[in-house]
């Protein structure tokens, strides 16, 4: 009988993280999913979960958990899905360096700590995959979302990098780029704006004010938006495809966006951009 497939989920308190990591399990991985609070490793566990704790923030979390999950597994990590990120919203002339720093150690610099550190159990066992989760504003620029976007476009960077890097290893790499996802990633982006900008001081209060709106529900729904069950499919193309793709575009919206950046020209697309709320 072979030994049960391992793997790392990340952000798994919520959203797309919380239905990878229990979809998966019921696909018979096994599978370590962190949270960064310690209240929220109770209903992981519940559900038959290992859970375990992960502060991208703090490297010293990121080195337990490879240690622990080494101890429990004997060293097999088959597959990684960096997940957890947050959006911080604003205009880049309203973001202090220190906001757009603390952006990047969540959704950059802890994401890479994590993936090299996995990586030589990986090359030792001569397999892996690694999955980023990513986002079409990886792909594409989208306004008062300067910090998010940075952070995903040097993330995409980064990876397929990597995975030109490890191509011969064993290892896989592969994106991950979803339009609108239902989750907590708004609610987390409203706390983040009220937290780090001075909204009646800046030039663009007006607007913030109107996207404040959408942020806390009182805005349009979104009919494009789709489960984190959409997610899940593509991730589960990335872990178990013999040939995974570099990129795997979810929802219309993503999908479309990035069509119109190669077919239009920069001026016109960056037009269009513009006019989304």
Known sequence: MPEQRTIIVTGCSSGIGAYCARALKNEGWRVFATVRRQEDLAALEADGLEAL?????????ITALVDAVKRRSGGR?????????????????????????????????????????VIPLMRAQGHGRIVN????????????????TASKYALEGL???LRMELQGSGIEVSLIEPGPIA?????????????????????????YRRQLRRLDGRGP???H????????????????????????LVTRPAKQGAFLKRLLPAALFYRLMRRLD
Not at 53 to 61: F, G, K, M, P, V
Not at 137 to 146: A, D, H, I, M, S
Request: glycine content about 6%; some cysteine.
């Open 77 to 117: 990590i088959d597959a990684l899905f960096n997940n957890g990120a947050y959006g911080q919203p604003g205009a880049v002339e309203d973001l202090s360096t220190d906001v757009l720093r603390l952006q990047f150690e969540t959704n950059f610099f802890g994401w890479h700590e994590l993936t090299r550190q």
């Open 225 to 248: 938006k789709l489960g984190p069950e959409a997610v899940h499919r593509v991730l589960n193309h990335a872990l178990t495809s013999p040939r995974p793709k570099p990129h795997y």
């Open 183 to 207: 989750s907590q990633f708004t609610a987390n982006a409203l706390a983040a704006i009220q937290a780090h900008v001075d909204i009646e001081g800046s030039a663009h209060a007006v607007e």
């Open 133 to 148: 989760c990513s986002s079409i504003l990886g792909l594409l620029p989208y306004r008062f979302r300067g910090a998010y």
């Open 159 to 161: 990876t397929v990098t």
């Open 53 to 61: 704790l992960l502060d991208y923030t703090r490297t010293e979390t």
């Open 221 to 223: 729904i979104n009919r």
